[in-house]
C-alpha cells in the first residue's frame, strides 16, 4: 500500500529579509514544525528569491548534499576550495559539503532579481572531502520527458553526489501523462511543480506544490496545463 504526503504552496514557511524571500517546504532555521522536518533524504527545499546584486554572505556547510537549481536570473557562487561559477536557469549545482566548506552565494544582477531553488539532502556517508560539481541541461531533450540532472553516479547523466538520488525535470504539454519508474522501490520521489498544474496519481497539483508518494514502483504524472515539473527519488531510510 502507497503512502503519501502533500505540500500545498500555500501551507509553506516564509521569510521575509527585504533583500531575500524564502518559502521553505521543510522546517528551516526559525521556521519549525516537528511535522514538516524532512522527506526520507531531502532536507530542505527552499523557494528563494534575491533581490539585484545581494546574496547570502560566507558561510559554512558540512555533511550535507546542497543542490542550487536557478529558475530566473543569475546566481554567482565562491567557495573555499577555490570555484567561483555562475550559475543560470537551464542548470544545475551540486556541492558535497562533507569535511567542511565556506562559500557565498550572490546575485550576480545589481538590476534583476533571482529565483532558485536551494536543496539539501542527508549524505549515504560523513566527513567525506568536499566536491563542486555543475552541469548545464538547458539543451537536454525534456519536453515531455523526464531529463536526469542528479545521479549518485560518477558516470551517468547530471551532477553527482553522495546520496543514492535521482533527479528528473520535465516540461510537460497540457494532457500529457508520463510515468516515473523508481530506481530502487525502497526509495521515495518528491514531485515538485515549478509551474502549471499537474495530476501525480490522483492528486491534483498546482504551481508550487509538493507531493511526496513511497512504497510504490512508479509514480503516474499527467500534465492539466503546460506544466514544468522536477521529480526527486531519494531514499526514506539511508
Known amino acids: 500500500m502507497s503512502n503519501s504526503i502533500l505540500h500545498k504552496a500555500s501551507s509553506r514557511f516564509y521569510a521575509d529579509h527585504g533583500w531575500l524571500k524564502s518559502a521553505q517546504t521543510f522546517s528551516f532555521h526559525g521556521n519549525y514544525d516537528p511535522e514538516r522536518l524532512q522527506f526520507g533524504a531531502l532536507r530542505v527545499l527552499n523557494d528563494d528569491t534575491v533581490n539585484g546584486g545581494k546574496g547570502f554572505g560566507r558561510h559554512p556547510h558540512d555533511n550535507m548534499e546542497i543542490i542550487s537549481i536557478p529558475l530566473e536570473g543569475v546566481l554567482e557562487h565562491q567557495d573555499s576550495m577555490g570555484n567561483t561559477a555562475v550559475i543560470s536557469p537551464g542548470e544545475i549545482q551540486a556541492m558535497s559539503a562533507g569535511t567542511g566548506i565556506y562559500h557565498t552565494e550572490y546575485n550576480k544582477d545589481e538590476d534583476q532579481p533571482v529565483t532558485f531553488l536551494q536543496i539539501w539532502l542527508y549524505p549515504d556517508a560523513l566527513n567525506v572531502e568536499p566536491r563542486y560539481d555543475q552541469l548545464d541541461y538547458s539543451k537536454g531533450d525534456r519536453q515531455n520527458k523526464l531529463l536526469q540532472i542528479l545521479s549518485p553516479h560518477r558516470d551517468d547523466e547530471g551532477v553527482w553526489i553522495n546520496q ?12 500529457f501523462g508520463i510515468d516515473y519508474r523508481l530506481k530502487n522501490e525502497a526509495n521515495g520521489v518528491y514531485v515538485f511543480v515549478i509551474s502549471g498544474e499537474v495530476i501525480v496519481n490522483t492528486q491534483p497539483l498546482d504551481t508550487r506544490d509538493g507531493y511526496g508518494v513511497w512504497d510504490v514502483p512508479l509514480v503516474a504524472i499527467k500534465a492539466v496545463t503546460d506544466a514544468s515539473v522536477l521529480v526527486m527519488e531519494v531514499p526514506m531510510k539511508w
Open 164 to 175: 543514492k538520488a535521482w533527479f528528473h525535470m520535465g516540461d510537460l504539454e497540457s494532457g
